[in-house]
């Protein structure tokens, strides 16, 4: 009988391999295999995308996701205190070797109170329709003491110096991975404490863990691990730009390379003067409430939801752009709804006296004894990343080049 070859992969091999499994299950399968889990970490580990919360984190399209779970039924994205409210009374400090993000709000409870009104009415409607009546009666048990626990929280925000009576009520952490993965675990951790060391298992201990974009928000607490080797090329950040940037400073510091764009959803931008921002990547931000002159300066700027532009605005933006002194390869642009707005945009443009040349899709401006503004519109078939869906994005461009000879 000939002999059967169980011999395993070559250290070579198997490194190749790994190389090009799809992250989650790299991760999945080093969790598994403590002996591949030593080769597996010297690899390289390549995300799409990572988005980090208080609560949870996504690599490409898999979520990792903590949440608070009554025994009463309800569950939160936030700590809850023993009257099942979010608990905003903690006092956090920042510990050696992590990044620390307090993005608390005052509203979080009040956000908490109305989701879970709508749940309340969701329970309701399934408890209606359960035919047996044993499990029906328990069910509608179970149901009431949430409904009181509910109108006691309501209580408690709207007049917190009221005295209330606590409902006996248990408390679990749900850890939800995927769409096949879910348990139950003691409450003995805070949320942010969980997610630090979720974290720390599923990408600590690994070298240069490679990011196409990382993106941060944070309504509550989160905690990161400093010591991740986080080594993203793009950034999107949530609201509280201003903290934002001073509470990662410490993954910015240990970037190999230099971020290619930084994505703002904040409108405020009072943070903009940072040395953070004096580069030549992409600074992608909101028009709402944009303040043109702080920005004068920026190189690569992209503008988002320009709706509210109005002639008189658009006409100023020019002005302002004409006047700068940019230098070669400056490159602005508007992103757009679709086609007929950046022709009416172009449009508008064209009607100026200053411009030298004017061509269908584009028109020129003077800007200085060497240089010459170029204003063009373009469409674009675009998709953000690997996993996201192929779109037509119209933008106008406002560039500087050199005069033509």
């Known amino acids: 009988m000939a002999k059967s070859n169980n011999n395993a992969l070559s250290y070579p091999a198997l490194k190749s391999v790994l ?6 299950l790299r991760i999945q399968l080093s969790q598994e295999c403590p002996t591949i889990k030593l080769i597996d970490q010297k690899i390289p580990l390549q995300i799409d995308e990572l988005k980090i919360n208080e609560h949870s984190f996504t690599i490409n399209e898999t979520v990792y996701k903590l949440e608070v779970e009554t025994s009463l039924g309800s569950r939160a994205a936030l700590d809850l205190n023993h009257y099942g409210a979010i608990d905003n009374a903690q006092v956090v400090e ?114 240069n863990i490679r990011i196409r974009k990382l993106q941060l928000s944070c309504a509550g607490i989160l905690r990161i691990p400093s010591t991740l080797d986080l080594q993203f090329r793009n950034l999107k950040l949530g609201k509280n730009t201003d903290e934002f940037v001073r509470w990662i400073n410490p993954l910015i510091e240990n970037l190999k390379e230099p971020l ?38 920026k190189r690569n700027v ?69 240089t010459e503004a170029f204003i063009f519109y373009e469409k674009n078939e675009h998709r953000d990343g690997k996993y996201g869906s192929w779109e037509l994005v119209y933008s106008l461009k406002f560039t500087v080049c050199k005069k033509k000879l």
């Open 19 to 24: 190389r090009h499994f799809e992250p989650n």
């Open 302 to 370: 992209c503008i988002k939801y320009v709706r509210c532009v109005t002639e008189v605005g658009l006409l100023d933006f020019l002005n302002r752009w004409l006047e700068g002194r940019r230098g070669v390869g400056t490159c602005w642009w508007f992103a757009l709804d679709d086609e007929s707005q950046a022709r009416i945009f172009l449009e508008v443009i064209k009607k100026d006296d200053r411009a030298e040349e004017v061509q269908e899709s584009s028109v020129l401006f003077p800007m200085g004894n060497s």
């Open 260 to 297: 290619e764009s930084v994505d703002i959803e904040d409108d405020t931008h009072e943070i903009l003067e940072s040395s953070f921002f004096e580069s030549e990547r992409l600074l992608i931000i909101r028009y709402a409430h944009l303040n043109l002159i702080r920005l004068a300066g």
């Open 94 to 207: 920042r510990l050696p070797g992590e990044v620390l993000i307090d993005g608390r709000f005052n509203y979080s409870e009040k956000a908490r109170i109305n989701s879970e009104l709508e749940q309340l009415e969701v329970e309701q409607e399934r408890i209606e329709k359960i035919q047996d009546a044993e499990e029906k009666a328990r069910e509608w048990n179970r149901f009431k003491r949430r409904t009181v626990m509910h109108q006691i929280n309501t209580l408690r925000f709207y007049a917190p110096r009221g005295t209330v009576i606590q409902i006996p009520i248990s408390f679990y952490i749900r850890l939800t991975v995927g769409k096949h993965h879910s348990e139950t675990l003691r409450y003995t951790l805070k949320l942010h404490d969980a997610l630090k060391y979720l974290l720390q298992v599923v990408l600590g201990d690994r070298k």
